[in-house]
């Protein structure tokens, strides 16, 4: 198995904007960047070690490349009957809500499929033109085979949990919770988990500005857009970014359930809002899986989205603006988290 060891947490830097009300941070975090944006400017301290706190947490308790952390844990047991902890708990509830919600084209059990592609270890340390071709398909064995009943699970032999469809933007949710706590609930602050967006407080004037783009390693014309978020949640999941190649194959790392292999619908970029970061990076994962019925399962569920087809076509829906720099509306309510018990666990 590949596993990555854990190293010392990178230091904040912070981010000139030319913005005297907001201060701005930005470190690596779980595989990716994470930034923190606060006003008044004198809460981004305590914004960024809450911050740390929250990360640290959610990395001990749901990487599958950690050795030690408790979800890596779980796998070596073989299945069984576990006590998870409170975090972990939470997070796999999460995942398992996300699933119902999403028709199972959001499935935490796809975690043999992404390693049969070669998915192993950190995405950094992944050799990007392995000259070995993939491992079959992988099916996913089926989320509905994981009971969870507050902390307690139980997990069948063989069955590895991937819970990166919705870790990054639970850590989201988390952390701007953590940094609201932290700062005595005053001011506002955003925090992005690799484009993962939450937010909480009071926001900037006009809202905070979000810049929804794509990776600048698609070699056909980039769509970008500003659009302006005043609460809730923005998550982008895409085809153009962490993509290797295995004997010929170009792979990436939005596994399709039901097959095991890469999704191959027309998306290459789903963007939406929802209440929670958890909802929307859930359902932009399944925006991606579900392909052309995306558009009529986003509509369905109320949720604003933009999607990019593979020829650079944009499709907004759901009240999502079509030109840059209009706010963006938020559904009120959620999905993921009012389908799981307050301590993680599922109905």
């Known amino acids: 198995m590949g596993v990555t060891t854990p190293t010392r947490t990178a230091p904040w830097q912070r981010i000139a904007t030319g913005d005297e009300v907001v201060a701005v941070a930005e470190r690596s975090a779980l595989g990716t960047s994470a930034r923190v944006a606060v006003w008044p400017p004198g809460n981004l301290g305590p914004a960024c070690t809450a911050v740390d706190d929250v990360l640290a947490a959610l990395d001990q308790q749901a990487s599958r490349f950690r050795e030690d952390s408790e979800l890596s844990w779980l796998y070596r047991a073989g299945g069984g009957i576990f006590v998870l902890s409170d975090g972990l708990a939470e997070a796999v509830g999460v995942a398992l809500a996300a699933a119902r919600?999403?028709?199972?084209?959001?499935?935490?059990?796809?975690?043999?499929?992404?390693?049969?592609?070669?998915?192993?270890?950190?995405?950094?340390?992944?050799?990007?033109?392995?000259?070995?071709?993939?491992?079959?398909?992988?099916?996913?064995?089926?989320?509905?085979r994981v009971r969870l009943d507050g902390p307690l699970l139980r997990l069948p032999?063989?069955?590895?949990?991937?819970?990166?469809?919705?870790?990054?933007?639970?850590?989201?949710?988390?952390?701007?919770r953590a940094v609201t706590s932290a700062t005595g609930h005053h001011g506002g602050v955003l925090v992005s988990l690799g484009g993962d967006i939450?937010?909480?407080?009071?926001?900037?004037?006009?809202?905070?500005?979000?810049?929804?783009?794509?990776?600048p390693d698609h070699a056909g014309p980039q769509r970008t857009q500003l659009v302006r978020l005043a609460g809730g949640a923005v998550a982008t999941s895409s085809v153009t970014c962490r993509r290797w190649r295995r004997g010929g194959v170009t792979l990436h790392h939005i596994v399709d359930p039901a097959t095991g292999r890469p999704a191959g619908g027309p998306w290459r970029t789903a963007s939406v809002a929802a209440a929670t970061c958890a909802d929307a990076n859930a359902a932009a994962t399944?925006?991606?899986?579900?392909?052309?019925?995306?558009?009529?399962?986003?509509?369905?569920?109320?949720?604003?989205a933009r999607l990019v087809s593979d020829d650079g076509e944009v499709w907004c829906l759901g009240g999502w603006p079509p030109v840059s720099g209009l706010p963006v509306p938020v559904p009120p309510g959620g999905h993921v988290y009012a389908g799981a018990w307050p301590s993680g666990g599922t109905r």
């Open 286 to 304: 399944a925006a991606i899986v579900a392909g052309r019925s995306a558009v009529s399962w986003l509509t369905r569920e109320g949720l604003p």
């Open 157 to 176: 032999p063989g069955v590895r949990l991937d819970l990166g469809a919705t870790a990054k933007g639970m850590g989201s949710d988390r952390a701007v």
């Open 198 to 215: 939450a937010v909480a407080g009071t926001p900037p004037h006009d809202g905070w500005p979000v810049t929804v783009a794509e990776t």
């Open 101 to 144: 919600w999403t028709g199972g084209r959001v499935d935490p059990t796809v975690g043999e499929a992404l390693i049969s592609l070669g998915y192993d270890r950190d995405f950094a340390a992944i050799d990007q033109q392995c000259a070995e071709p993939p491992g079959g398909p992988a099916p996913a064995p089926g989320w509905h």
